[in-house]
């Protein structure tokens, strides 16, 4: 079994920047695909980004040229950098893992932009 642990969610301004953490612990596959989703109150789940276990990434249309994903392989971390953040970043983020064998997700991190 796979379990996912966030960190990094918090209150920012628009304008400003946060980083997401996510920590795998349990039965890691090397092959797997962790990502980023968030979901703001009354919309579905979506994506943000994902990244492979060999660095391929991928974006919404929405956060490209602002946001960053990537990790490490050696502490089985994925993390997010979000920068010029906007309201409409407001949302619970939600780590993923995904392989062929299994999915996983994480209990969610609240991240709120406003002044």
């Known amino acids: 079994q796979v379990q996912l642990v966030e960190s990094g969610g918090g209150l920012v301004q628009p304008g400003g920047s946060l980083r997401l953490s996510c920590a795998a612990s349990?039965?890691?596959?090397?092959?797997?695909?962790m990502g980023w989703y968030r979901q703001a109150p009354g919309k579905q789940r979506g994506l943000v980004a994902t990244?492979?276990?060999?660095?391929?990434?991928n974006y919404a249309d929405s956060v490209k040229g602002r946001f960053t994903i990537s990790r490490d392989n050696a502490r089985n971390t994925v993390y997010l950098q979000m920068n010029s953040l906007i309201s409409e970043d407001t949302a619970v983020y939600y780590c993923?893992?995904?392989?062929?064998?299994?999915?996983?997700w994480g209990q969610g991190t609240q991240v709120t932009v406003s002044s």
């Open positions: 993923n893992m995904k392989s062929p064998w299994y999915e996983a």
């Open positions: 349990g039965s890691i596959s090397s092959i797997n695909v």
């Open positions: 990244i492979t276990s060999l660095g391929g990434t």
